[in-house]
């Protein structure tokens, strides 16, 4: 089983500048990628970037990829999801998830664990 620990969400001002923590534990041997995805009120879960464990390769979504910056802290096993400029619509539930080889890496049925999100808020 692997456990992932999300944190760093709360209130921040439109423009500001968000940093989120991933911590993984348990049985993380397997694990190849993290990812966040961003899920807002009424909506579905939707990918914002992914970072490979071993070679560093990453990928952000389209719309966003220039404030987005994932990073990865492998002696802690902790990912790291900063936002920039922050806007309205960046607003929501923010999950990081694990993945074990296989599949594509932007959508959510490929990953395989799943922490319990953070919450993000933007204030105008």
């Known amino acids: 089983q692997v456990h992932l620990i999300e944190s760093g969400g709360g209130l921040v001002q439109t423009g500001g500048t968000l940093r989120l923590s991933c911590a993984a534990t348990?049985?993380?041997?397997?694990?190849?990628?993290t990812a966040w995805f961003r899920q807002a009120p009424g909506k579905e879960r939707e990918f914002v970037a992914h970072?490979?464990?071993?070679?560093?390769?990453?990928d952000y979504a389209h719309s966003d990829w220039d404030r987005l910056t994932i990073s990865r802290d492998s002696a802690e096993n902790t990912v790291y999801l900063q936002v920039a400029n922050l806007k309205p619509e960046d607003a929501g539930m923010y999950y990081c998830?694990?993945?074990?080889?296989?599949?594509?890496?932007?959508?959510?049925?490929?990953?395989?664990?799943w922490g319990q999100g953070t919450q993000v808020i933007v204030s105008s």
């Open positions: 348990g049985r993380i041997a397997g694990v190849i990628a």
């Open positions: 998830a694990a993945k074990f080889p296989g599949g594509s890496h932007r959508f959510t049925r490929d990953y395989n664990y």
């Open positions: 970072i490979d464990w071993s070679g560093g390769r990453i």
